[in-house]
């Protein structure tokens, strides 16, 4: 019995081991399958990251290139790209290229494009492409930019950075950064709820301690926060940017013109939807009604004691909108109509500037100046080395579009009171504005809570199409080209 049943399994020792030995070449093939899919996958892995790392290589260097030639947008070749380059290590291998393609800023933009393609050596089928803008910051990037003090007032509310030399009281609503280039200052209005505060402050409740006291977040008045001691805005060195808007305005692809002469006070401009404007020398101003000092209060900010308003004008002609789109005129400039798919900045300035302050140049603005677009396509730049100003006679209902600068004094309207004054225009009823504000003394379209004199509402609206694209030529706050906006794109 013991015989036959050892017959019966004769060879089961071998079958088993044959199974096992199958089995093991299978899980073995798979675990080879599985190291070398891993170690490919590791090699693409890698080699995607030295793409990546090239491509940002790439960003690095013509951001380096441009530190030093900040208008060669060629790499120094004098050809238009791809332009090649090998990424190097330490070691002196090359370990990837970077191929760049410069898109160079448009006429009055420093607005500069950078496609920068990365590719590494052990493979170069793989290829990551990182697209980035870069720019001069210009004082356009902010909604609001002054020099002196500021205030803002209960029931001001602002989209858009506000950066001040001086000392800030905001008791709005703030949803960016609000920055002082002051630890502290005195706020000397007369409800003021301390006088001596820190940088930025306000008096909403629970109202900012004295400096030294714990400051709380405030995120009801500063939804982004606020900051102090930040680089100052240097307005005097507006003084360069004027003169070189000037020098653009000279040339063939610019319009100029001298003072308006003897017998006129100043220009009219009249834009239009077409491209063209039309050209007013103005002849006088509408009179102030009685004495001035009875008409208007605030001859510190009015020295003139006039209302700024056009009276009778003659027209010179009606002209294209300049190639470059810098309009620049030595005198007194009103300025109103509207645009349609235009980029201009228009400059009222003499140079050299007189050291008799009452002899700056002003922008004025009375009727409606609009555009048509609002998505970076119309850009309007009203540059004045005075104020830029709303004068008396000026539309009950009053829309601004534009980026407003005032070098030396402020943007606003003056304040208009007494009992000699047309009662119809002391006080109007709403001026909306959308682009920023840039001004050197405190700006201000009211005076008084409820307003007594100016506009009743005031709407101040940031464009932040402004931010990549300011308009021609617009007077900037550093000479070094910014990161504005980084990408990977698709391959």
Not at 71 to 98: A, C, E, M, R, W
Not at 183 to 206: F, Q
Not at 365 to 386: R, W
Request: net charge neutral; with cysteine; charged share 15%.
């Amino acid at each position: 019995m013991f015989k036959n049943f050892k017959n019966k399994n004769k060879g089961s020792i071998l079958l088993q081991l044959v199974v096992f030995a199958a089995v093991s070449v299978i899980m073995i093939s798979a675990l080879a399958s599985w190291a070398a899919t891993t170690l490919k996958a590791g090699k693409t892995t890698f080699n995607r990251e030295q793409a990546i790392q090239s491509a940002e290589a790439g960003i690095d260097y013509y951001r380096w290139h441009l530190a030093h030639n900040s208008i060669d947008f060629q790499d120094g070749t004098g050809t238009s790209g791809p332009y090649v380059h090998s990424l190097i290590d330490k070691d002196g291998n090359t370990v990837g290229q970077f191929s760049l393609t410069i898109t160079p800023p448009g006429t009055g933009s420093t607005l500069v494009k950078i496609k920068s393609v990365g590719k590494a050596t052990a493979d170069m089928t793989q290829q990551r492409i990182i697209e980035s803008r870069v720019s001069k910051p210009s004082v356009a990037e902010n909604s609001f930019a002054g020099n002196a003090a500021m205030r803002f007032g209960v029931g001001t509310e602002v989209y858009g950075t506000i950066r001040v030399n001086g000392g800030i009281r905001f008791d709005g609503l703030a949803h960016s950064l609000v920055s002082s280039g002051a630890a502290t200052y005195t706020d000397t209005d007369s409800d003021r709820c301390t006088s001596s505060s820190y940088g930025v402050h306000t008096c909403v409740a629970t109202q900012d301690p004295a400096p030294n006291g714990t400051l709380q977040a405030h995120s009801d008045v500063f939804a982004a926060g606020r900051k102090m001691s930040v680089p100052l805005i240097d307005f005097s060195g507006f003084s360069n940017d004027i003169a070189t808007l000037k020098t653009a305005a000279q040339t063939t692809n610019g319009f100029y013109r001298d003072a308006a002469g003897s017998g006129f006070v100043g220009y009219h401009i009249v834009l239009k939807t077409n491209d063209t404007f039309d050209l007013y020398k103005i002849n006088s101003w509408v009179p102030l009604p009685g004495n001035p000092n009875a008409c208007t209060v605030d001859l510190t900010s009015n020295p003139l004691g006039l209302t700024w308003s056009v009276n009778s004008e003659s027209i010179q002609g009606n002209y294209p909108f300049p190639v470059n789109g810098v309009i620049f005129l030595q005198d007194h400039t009103v300025i109103d109509g509207q645009i349609n798919g235009a980029r201009l900045t228009i400059v009222a300035a003499t140079l050299p500037e007189p050291s008799d302050t009452t002899l700056y140049k002003n922008i004025i603005i009375n009727n409606n100046l609009l555009y048509t677009n609002f998505d970076g396509t119309d850009s309007l730049g009203i540059v004045a080395q005075g104020g830029v100003d709303v004068g008396m006679v000026s539309a009950n209902t009053l829309t601004i579009d534009g980026a407003l600068m005032a070098q030396h004094n402020s943007v606003g309207r003056f304040y208009y009171v007494g009992a000699s004054c047309n009662a119809s225009y002391v006080l109007r009823s709403s001026l909306t504005l959308y682009g920023m504000i840039a001004s050197n003394l405190r700006y201000g379209f009211a005076y008084g809570s409820p307003a007594s004199s100016g506009y009743s509402t005031r709407n101040i609206n940031y464009d932040g199409n402004l931010l990549y694209a300011p308009p021609p030529s617009f007077p900037l706050t550093s000479s070094q080209y910014q990161i504005l906006s980084w990408q990977e794109l698709k391959n």
